[in-house]
């Protein structure tokens, strides 16, 4: 079993900026793939940044330039660097990670960006 908690989210103005942890219940060496997606109000869940046990990363095409997703493999941690926030990037965002062949999801936290 692996618990994701997300904080960091919270109310800004657009231009500014936000980082997003991830916390996981153990070490994350033993889990691969990680992932940012984010659910707006009315519209489907969406991925945002992905990062693989190796490191690499993706972004959407909405985001990128602007967020910078990684893991601290120390401190058992995900990030989402969120700079030059947009008011379309006001929505839930959730962490998840796969171990063992099953993909395991965060609560989500609120990020709401104001024009």
């Known amino acids: 079993q692996v618990q994701l908690v997300e904080s960091g989210g919270g109310l800004v103005q657009a231009g500014g900026s936000l980082r997003l942890s991830c916390a996981t219940s153990?070490?994350?060496?033993?889990?691969?793939?990680m992932a940012w997606h984010r659910q707006a109000p009315g519209k489907q869940r969406e991925p945002v940044a992905g990062i693989t046990s190796g490191g690499s990363t993706n972004y959407a095409d909405s985001v990128k330039g602007r967020f910078t997703i990684s893991r601290d493999n120390a401190k058992n941690t995900l990030y989402l660097q969120m700079n030059s926030l947009k008011p379309e990037d006001t929505a839930v965002y959730y962490c998840?990670?796969?171990?063992?062949?099953?993909?395991?999801w965060g609560q989500g936290t609120q990020v709401t960006v104001s024009s």
């Open positions: 153990g070490s994350i060496f033993s889990i691969g793939a």
């Open positions: 998840n990670a796969l171990h063992s062949r099953s993909l395991y």
